[in-house]
């Protein structure tokens, strides 16, 4: 089970472009089409991991590996997210020098850009679906995405408002 779990992160962390929101989709797939989870468990890890500090991706591993083989596992699955990715840089960083002013690689990552935006937007559909949002709902994140986006207003603020508007909710409602 540890080689499973290890190279089933090794397969996500090396076929994956654009981070942790990025892997998300391929992460349920294994995850929760294998069986090891239920789409409710990883769920509930989505939303864990997103509060923690570190890396997304690592820490959303790190939980499936324990949950399923305790410390082992969330070893195997943090070592298998992380190499491809530790390899990938170390490489680049080796060669860099020769195609740092070369046009089809900045081609390339530009190209790659629109498939990484909805490598994000995909697990965000398919989350807000899961645990039924309503469309209501949707309205604050998405005016908080816009406003960072193109007002350029800092995330701190829409963190800092969204929590005195959560502070004033909650008073009113047990009023």
Known sequence: ?????????????????????????LIQREV??????????????????QSLPGI??????I?????????????????????????????????????RDNVWVEKAFKG??????????VPCLTTARAIKLSRTQLILPVAAALLIWLAGVSPAWIILTA????IVYDRRKKQ
């Not at 790659?112 to 937007?121: C, H, N, T």
């Open 1 to 25: 089970m540890y080689w499973t779990l290890f190279l089933t992160f090794i397969k996500i962390g090396t076929f994956t472009i654009g981070g942790g929101y990025a892997m998300l989709p």
């Open 32 to 49: 929760v089409d294998r069986g090891w989870l239920s789409k409710e468990d990883f769920i509930d890890i989505f939303a864990v991991t």
């Open 56 to 61: 997304f991706a690592v820490n959303i591993s």
């Open 63 to 99: 939980f499936v590996g324990y949950k399923l083989k305790k410390n082992m596992g969330a070893l195997c699955c943090a070592l298998g997210t992380i190499l491809p990715s530790f390899l990938i840089i170390l490489a680049i960083a080796l060669f860099f020098t020769h195609v």
């Open 112 to 121: 790659l850009r629109p498939a990484v935006v909805a490598l994000i937007v």
């Open 163 to 166: 929590i005195v508007g959560g």
